[in-house]
């Protein structure tokens, strides 16, 4: 059984030659830029920090490739959809995260979506969702910052993210803060599941 606890940062690939060989199962988390992709690794790792967060969208510029217990890649891609970064920038990490996900495709065991409880899910978040079910990936989406949403607003708004991006039943919806851990078991037993899968299909 992998051990969480052994997370190690390996490197930040900004370009195709960085992105890792080897048919070590990948765990990807993708999702809007500031949704907290990095907080939620930090909070399903149990080490505050250890993933750079930032207060300011676009902090994760690179994909950062962590290594769980020598066994399993984690991925943290750049959030996609921040209107305030340059058209030029936008464009870097839109063909940044494309060419990871059509390069390393068939390795990925399971793609971590990440949205954020409080709102609707955008175009782009919909067309990642339209993206991962066409190349038939497993995949899980985290709804984080649900430490944000009153009680009464806690079952619609998942709801609105389950119609919205058109989930099957099966697909996991995981209630999620990364601030208070709300989730965070069920994210744990998630990610240990995937990580036994090897890389999906051979090339
Ligand atoms: P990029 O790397 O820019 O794409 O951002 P990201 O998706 O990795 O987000 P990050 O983890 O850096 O978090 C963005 C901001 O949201 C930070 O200010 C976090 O403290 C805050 N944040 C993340 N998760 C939560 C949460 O569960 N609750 C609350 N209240 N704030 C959160
Ligand atoms: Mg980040």
């Known amino acids: 059984m ?10 930040s690939a900004a370009s195709e030659k960085d992105f890792p060989d080897g048919s070590f199962p990948r765990l990807v988390f993708v999702g809007r830029s500031n949704v907290g992709k990095s907080s939620t690794i930090n909070a399903l790792l149990a080490k ?10 676009g902090k994760t510029v690179f994909v950062n490739l ?3 217990d020598e066994q399993a890649w984690l991925v943290d891609l750049p959030g996609y959809g921040y209107a305030k970064t340059s058209k030029a920038e936008q464009q870097r990490y ?8 059509s390069r390393d495709r068939k390795s990925i065991s399971r793609m971590y979506m990440v949205v954020d ?17 066409s190349f038939s990936i497993p ?17 619609p ?47």
């Open 66 to 68: 962590f290594m769980i």
């Open 139 to 155: 995949y899980t989406v985290i709804a984080n910052k649900l430490d944000k949403l009153k009680k009464s607003e806690i079952e």
């Open 2 to 11: 992998l051990d969480i606890t052994k997370t190690k940062f390996i490197r």
């Open 48 to 57: 505050p920090g250890f993933a750079r967060t930032s207060s300011v969208p």
């Open 157 to 203: 708004n998942l709801a609105r993210i389950r119609s919205e991006l058109c989930l099957p039943d099966d697909v996991k919806l995981i209630a999620f803060s990364a601030q208070k851990l709300t989730g965070r078991d069920e994210l744990l037993r998630d990610v240990l599941d995937a990580s036994l899968g090897a890389g999906r299909c051979s090339e």
């Open 117 to 133: 409880a409080r709102h609707k899910p955008t175009q782009l978040d919909r067309v990642m969702a339209d993206w991962i079910r």
């Open 94 to 101: 839109s063909a940044l995260i494309e060419s990871y996900l």
